[in-house]
């Protein structure tokens, strides 16, 4: 029998995953639920990533880790970091950075779709610069919405629909409206439960999945929608009755968020609709998120998992920096 080592046409010394990787310096922006579980993740590949700094809003102090701690931008940008990855807020700041990042030449991986979506032209800028620009985590958490879109254009489909369940929250609360539970009770155990921010409304009023949807559309039809533009329906809209009403009849209303091509173009909504029980997107329970994507060779892919959480997102935005370090670290 062939021993492995003779099934190698190169010494293993010089095996490509390893001997091939550059050495990154990393900025991470924010250190909350998704950096903190991507920074444990860096530890473990030592020799490959190595951190320059993390920005916080609050001062931390020296017992947090041996690592520079700032909440200055700019002074994190002057530690000469090759990769920044963002996980902060819907904020300036994040805006800033990565405004800084683009312009500094520094690779950026991100988290945050609201910044990412509403600023098409920094992705743009980074891509005629040759630097690596990945929001893997931005859309679904941990399910892989934007890699499946990529792979399919790749292989010569053409994506004619893309439908899902891009919202956590939102999943999480109509859940609990569905048992009879009001909306401030639904609302404040989906905060407990770590699902909801403080403000809820990105959420619950559909612009989180509308940036989604942007980011979705950028990949699948080389397209930059305002996630601000595209008409979203308000969970405040419905009542728990009609809720109720629903279940009655064996439908289940889901926030749908959906991008499909008409004679006029690519239309984006964000939906409450009322789907069959039975419905693949109706059985999407707790935070998850599901997503079919239709091509026009009838070929049809269902996507389902965790849509957010520090486990799956911090996975997604690992595997964006496993990417850039097998490609060289460029773009
Ligand atoms: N959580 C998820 O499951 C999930 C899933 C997909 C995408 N995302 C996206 O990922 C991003 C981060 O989410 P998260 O849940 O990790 O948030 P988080 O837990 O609230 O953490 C945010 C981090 O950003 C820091 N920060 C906030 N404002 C800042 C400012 N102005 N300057 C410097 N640092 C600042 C905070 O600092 P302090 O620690 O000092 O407060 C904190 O470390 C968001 O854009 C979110 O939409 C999250």
Same mark, same amino acid.
Request: aromatic content about 4%; hydrophobic content about 45%; charged content about 20%.
């Given at each position: 029998?062939?021993?492995? #080592? ?10 490509? %995953? %390893? $001997?091939?990787? &550059? ?11 998704? =950096? ?9 590949? /030592? ?13 931390? =102090? ?8 700032? +909440?200055?931008?700019? *002074?994190?940008?002057?530690?000469? &970091? ?14 800033? $950075? ?9 690779? #950026?991986?991100?988290?945050? !779709? ?5 600023? /098409? ?22 399910? &892989? #919405?934007?890699?499946?879109? @990529? ?8 994506? %004619? ?17 569905? !048992? ?12 407990? @439960? ?7 409304? $990105? ?10 949807? $942007? ?33 009655? =009849? ?25 789907? &069959? ?6 059985? #999407? ?20 998992? !965790?849509? *957010?959480?520090?486990? /799956? +997102? ?12 097998? =490609?060289?670290?460029?773009?």
């Amino acid at each position: 029998m062939m021993s492995l #080592v003779a099934a190698l046409d190169y010494p293993l010394d010089l095996a490509p %995953t %390893t $001997a091939l990787k &550059p050495r990154l310096r990393v900025v991470l922006l924010g250190c909350g639920t998704v =950096n903190s579980g991507v920074l444990a993740g860096l530890e473990d590949m /030592p020799g490959q990533v190595e951190i320059a700094a993390i920005v916080t809003r609050r001062p931390r =102090n020296e017992s947090e880790g041996a690592y520079a701690w700032l +909440t200055d931008l700019t *002074a994190a940008f002057d530690t000469g &970091p090759d990769l920044v990855i963002d996980a902060l807020p819907d904020c300036a700041a994040a805006e800033k $950075a990565l405004a800084l990042a683009v312009e500094r030449g520094v690779h #950026v991986i991100s988290a945050n !779709k609201a910044v990412i979506a509403r600023r /098409p032209d920094l992705e743009a800028k980074a891509r005629r610069a040759g630097l690596g620009f990945a929001y893997s985590a931005a859309v679904g958490g941990g399910v &892989p #919405v934007l890699e499946t879109v @990529a792979r399919l254009k790749a292989s010569g489909e053409t994506i %004619t629909r893309v439908r899902g369940v891009l919202n956590g929250t939102s999943n999480f609360v109509l859940g609990l409206l569905e !048992k009879g539970i009001g909306f401030d009770d639904a609302i404040a155990a989906a905060q407990a @439960a770590g699902f909801a921010e403080e403000d809820p409304s $990105a959420d619950l009023d559909g612009l989180d999945a509308a940036a989604k949807l $942007a980011l979705i559309a950028r990949a699948a039809f080389d397209i930059a929608p305002d996630p601000y533009a595209i008409p979203a329906d308000s969970l405040f809209d419905l009542s728990v009755g009609q809720i109720l009403g629903a279940r009655e =009849n064996g439908l289940r209303y889901r926030q749908l968020a959906e991008l499909s091509v008409q004679a006029e173009g690519v239309v984006a909504t964000v939906r409450l609709q009322a789907l &069959p029980e039975d419905h693949a997107l109706a059985r #999407v329970e707790n935070e998850e998120n599901a997503v079919e994507i239709d091509c026009a060779s009838g070929t049809r892919i269902v996507l389902n998992g !965790k849509g *957010a959480g520090q486990t /799956p +997102t911090a996975g997604s935005v690992l595997s964006d920096v496993r990417a850039l370090l097998a =490609n060289g670290g460029a773009g």
